[in-house]
């Protein structure tokens, strides 16, 4: 059993989170930008999107493997011009 209890966890309140209006057009094989921090940015492929558009799997190129961004995460996903 845990020494530190939380108690009156259903009280805490939640905080909805909106993705921006780029996430919302994201499409699964859509060729993306996306910059995970200052100087550190990667292209990749959309494997999947949530159906609220608040989560995206990417295929990151450079075999870096598939990632999950949340739109609270602080990340920057760009849609490449076609």
């Known amino acids: 059993m845990a020494r530190h209890r939380i108690n009156n966890t259903d009280e805490q309140p939640l905080h ?24 550190f940015e990667t292209g990749g492929l959309v494997d999947a999107v949530t159906a609220d558009h608040s989560v995206v799997w990417v295929d990151l190129d450079g075999g870096r493997g598939r990632t999950l961004l949340h739109c609270s995460d602080d990340v920057e996903i760009r849609q490449h011009e076609s």
Not at 23 to 36: A, I, K, N, P, Y
């Open 16 to 39: 909805p989170v909106e993705p921006d209006r780029h996430w919302r057009q994201l499409r699964q094989g859509d060729r993306v930008s996306v910059r995970l921090g200052p100087g």
